[in-house]
Antibody, heavy 120, light 111 residues
Framework: EVQLVESGGGLIQPGGSLRLSCAASGFTVSSNYMSWVRQAPGKGLEWVSVIYSGGSTYYADSVKGRFTISRDNSKNTLYLQMNSLRAEDTAVYYC??????????????WGQGTLVTVSS | QSVLTQPPSASGTPGQRVTISCSGSSSNIGSNYVYWYQQLPGTAPKLLIYRNNQRPSGVPDRFSGSKSGTSASLAISGLRSEDEADYYCAAWDDSLSGPVVFGGGTKLTVL
């Protein structure tokens, strides 16, 4: 059974840093594309970052230079290092897999989400 | 605003057929697959349609997807109260918008 479990969210002051984790089971993180998608309170979904199976990474303009996506193959875990956090980064952060159910299935499995609140 | 355009709301009565549109451009919908997600209140999104019109196992055949040119649609037939949710479209994008773009979401209300 495929499962994604995020952790690491919480309340953080503006300018602070936080690292989110996404532990995967039932498939291999390094063999698939893995993404972070966020949802601000009462708003829609926003793609944040992706790491491809080959290791290439991409970021939304809104987080470029501040967020870093990475993975630990030995732990089968995805990470999102978030620095210089701003109030507008407040959101539920989801990790999502691509290509696990089918080779062409985008965001086929999602974690339950972890809430990040940036406030003083 | 979102790169893909969806109506903010839609509604229908039980048993009805409703459609939700998703409009994009040649760099996303026009040249890539479209995906649809259902987000029930308080839960994570769930893949509903992939590769324009394919349903993952477990998704009822009341849900169907289609694509034509730079637009796509999600149709829900035999509407049920449990279909009340937010629906999002997404697609890969070949421009500088980013690898993946979403629609703004459509809130479906079952009257």
């Amino acid at each position: 059974e495929v499962q994604l479990v995020e952790s690491g969210g919480g309340l953080i002051q503006p300018g602070g840093s936080l690292r989110l984790s996404c532990a995967a089971s039932g498939f291999t993180v390094s063999s698939n594309y893995m993404s972070w998608v966020r949802q601000a309170p009462g708003k829609g979904l926003e793609w944040v970052s992706v790491i491809y199976s080959g290791g290439s990474t991409y970021y939304a303009d809104s987080v470029k230079g501040r967020f870093t996506i990475s993975r630990d193959n030995s732990k089968n875990t995805l990470y999102l290092q978030m620095n210089s956090l701003r109030a507008e980064d407040t959101a539920v952060y989801y990790c999502a897999s691509t290509g696990v159910y089918s080779s062409s299935s985008l965001f086929d499995y999602w974690g339950q989400g972890t809430l990040v609140t940036v406030s003083s | 605003q979102s790169v893909l355009t969806q109506p903010p709301s839609a509604s229908g009565t039980p048993g009805q057929r409703v459609t939700i549109s998703c409009s994009g451009s040649s760099s996303n919908i026009g040249s890539n697959y479209v995906y649809w997600y259902q987000q029930l209140p308080g839960t994570a999104p769930k893949l509903l349609i992939y590769r324009n019109n394919q349903r993952p196992s477990g998704v009822p055949d009341r849900f169907s997807g289609s694509k034509s040119g730079t637009s796509a649609s999600l149709a829900i037939s035999g509407l049920r109260s449990e279909d009340e949710a937010d629906y999002y479209c997404a697609a890969w994008d070949d421009s500088l918008s980013g690898p993946v773009v979403f629609g703004g979401g459509t809130k479906l209300t079952v009257l």
